[in-house]
């Protein structure tokens, strides 16, 4: 049994923003230097709530498109679509049969999106298609928010149960978080997250024109006073500001906030470095958009390579727990 490095699941239900470049995109990237990450698109997740079949196909394609702009080299890294790799649902399945009902029911996201007889099964049961997506790879990282830390210790969880009761089978996953930037909080509410589901105008996204981002980064809240300094918990507007520039520019939020004389200059700072940051991105989109063909032909091929892969996972499970000698 061998490991991987990290994996990290895209889920296509909004357009990709700020957040998702400097707090997982960036870290793939990085980690391509060093091994040979999974990074797959995770249309699945995508449909644990009512969507549009057709916009969750253009979603699917915009994302995996803008992570290859950004950086994701499929000779590098492992890189699909989730639904074009069926051993992600059959594992799905392996894995509900040694998971209890309370386990999931009390994952806070549940509890959070679930709205009564309306709810979808799929939403109370995708944290263990999560933990089928961490384990198909025997992943030994696995780059998490504070808000997927609960799913990804359920995986934890039920890999060391299967193990106890079937025997060794899974590698069981640690957590890990980047150092700045790792949660990008929203322009318009620094105590929001920036999401790419929100709408709100706080939230950058990487398809924004150069003018769009200056001017959601020059109306950006701050704080009370004229002085910038990095104190998260007192003053979250400006060091939000800071640490978007850190993850945008290097240096730590700290060093950098001393450069600066007024809210001002630290915001065109921050919309320069921004948009200086996302420019090649949306040049190499512009190009992958007018041939999508290669980027279904990337998606194709990585798909064939990851069924190489998780096949051996999924035999494995399966001969634990009894389907096959």
Do not use: W
């Amino acid at each position: 049994m061998t490991t991987t490095a990290t994996l990290t699941g895209f889920k296509p239900t909004g357009h990709l923003q700020l957040g998702n470049l400097l707090g997982a995109i960036r870290p793939v990237v990085a980690a391509q230097r060093r091994t040979r990450p999974v990074t797959f698109v995770a249309d699945l997740h995508a449909m644990t709530v009512p969507h549009d079949p057709a916009e969750l196909r253009q979603l699917t394609l915009e994302v995996a498109m803008l992570l290859l702009a950004a950086g994701v080299d499929p000779d590098r890294s492992l890189f699909y679509v989730q639904s074009q790799v069926p051993e992600h649902t059959e594992l799905h399945y392996l894995l509900e049969c040694a998971t209890r009902y309370g386990e999931a029911h009390r994952m806070i996201q549940f509890k959070e999106r679930s709205s009564g007889q309306g709810t979808r099964l799929s939403l109370l049961t995708y944290p263990v298609l999560m933990a089928a997506d961490i384990l198909l790879h025997d992943g030994a990282e696995v780059p998490v928010g504070d808000d997927q830390r609960q799913h990804l210790e359920l995986a934890r969880d039920v890999a060391t149960r299967f193990n106890t009761h079937y025997g060794q089978t899974f590698v069981v996953p640690r957590a890990v978080n980047p150092e700045v930037a790792a949660r990008v909080m929203d322009l318009s509410d620094p105590t929001a997250k920036m999401s790419k589901t929100s709408g709100t105008p706080g939230t950058i996204y990487l398809l924004d024109p150069p003018e769009v981002i200056e001017r959601k980064v020059m109306r950006a809240v701050t704080d009370s006073g004229d002085i910038v300094s990095y104190e998260p918990e007192t003053r979250p507007g400006v060091a939000n500001l800071l640490e978007i520039l850190a993850g945008c520019a290097g240096d730590s939020p700290s060093a950098l906030a001393a450069g600066f004389g007024s809210y001002g200059a630290l915001k065109r700072a921050v919309a320069e470095a921004v948009v200086a940051t996302i420019r090649p991105i949306q040049l190499r989109f512009s190009e992958l958009s007018r041939d999508p063909g290669y980027v279904r032909t990337v998606l194709a091929d990585g798909a064939e390579r990851a069924h190489d892969a998780t096949a051996k996972t999924v035999h494995r499970a399966r001969r634990a727990i009894g389907l096959v000698a």
